[in-house]
Antibody, heavy 117, light 107 residues
Framework: QVQLKETGPGLVQPTQTLSITCTIS????????MQWVRQTPGKGLEWMGF???????EYNSEFKSRLSISRDTSKNQVFLKMNSLKTEDTGVYYC???????????WGQGTLVTVSS | DIQMTQSPSFLSASVGERVTLSCKAS??????LDWYQQKLGEAPKLLIY???NLHTGIPSRFSGSGSGTDYTLTISSLQPEDVATYFC?????????FGSGTKLEIK
């Protein structure tokens, strides 16, 4: 069955870089787009960006200058990296399968990231 | 960016009651509107996609409708397990944007 699971650092210091891994099973990354969505106390649910089945990416301009999404198809993993973290980046980060034209039907459990010194 | 406005922000209703939640887009989103249910501590769960398509395994008491800028999620007979926050998401154009949610409670 389709499964997604995020793993992240938990706590990150301001100005540092966040790295989160989404490990998938039950499908191929070369067949589906993978999305990143976060949920913060200040802004609620925000779409961050996606990586296409072919490997190209699109980002929300809100994050474009500091966000990078990549993948390793051999390991069934998708990666999110975001630099210059601020306290307002504290929240739960989700990976989800979906697009284009396909809804986000499968989500990981989310990983809580706290940005604090 | 397309702004999604949900109303009401909070709703209290009785078991068995018909409940209607609204989502309004700042421009036409061509029915690329999905509804999600989120319970405390859980990931969002897809209920309805492309305005009126019921996702696999979702009870038939949930339904969606709308067009253009105005969309509605209806629960025909509210059940205790429906207590959650409901979000809409537009996938018509990037950046995809979510509404701020309607928190639904049992009266």
């Amino acid at each position: 069955q389709v499964q997604l699971k995020e793993t992240g650092p938990g706590l990150v210091q301001p100005t540092q870089t966040l790295s989160i891994t989404c490990t998938i099973s039950g499908f191929s990354l070369t067949s589906y787009y993978m999305q990143w969505v976060r949920q913060t106390p200040g802004k609620g649910l925000e779409w961050m960006g996606f990586i296409r089945s072919g490997g190209s990416t699109e980002y929300n301009s809100e994050f474009k200058s500091r966000l990078s999404i990549s993948r390793d198809t051999s390991k069934n993993q998708v990666f999110l990296k975001m630099n210059s973290l601020k306290t307002e980046d504290t929240g739960v980060y989700y990976c989800a399968r979906g697009g284009p034209g396909i809804p986000f039907a499968y989500w990981g459990q989310g990983t809580l990231v706290t940005v604090s010194s | 960016d397309i702004q999604m406005t949900q109303s009401p922000s909070f709703l209290s209703a009785s078991v068995g009651e018909r409940v209607t939640l609204s989502c309004k887009a700042s421009q036409n989103i061509n029915k690329y509107l999905d509804w999600y249910q989120q319970k405390l501590g859980e990931a969002p769960k897809l209920l309805i996609y492309n305005t009126n398509n019921l996702h696999t395994g979702i009870p038939s008491r949930f339904s969606g409708s709308g067009s253009g800028t105005d969309y509605t999620l209806t629960i025909s007979s509210l059940q205790p397990e429906d207590v959650a926050t409901y979000f809409c998401l537009q996938r018509n154009s990037w950046p995809f944007t979510f509404g701020s949610g309607t928190k639904l409670e049992i009266k």
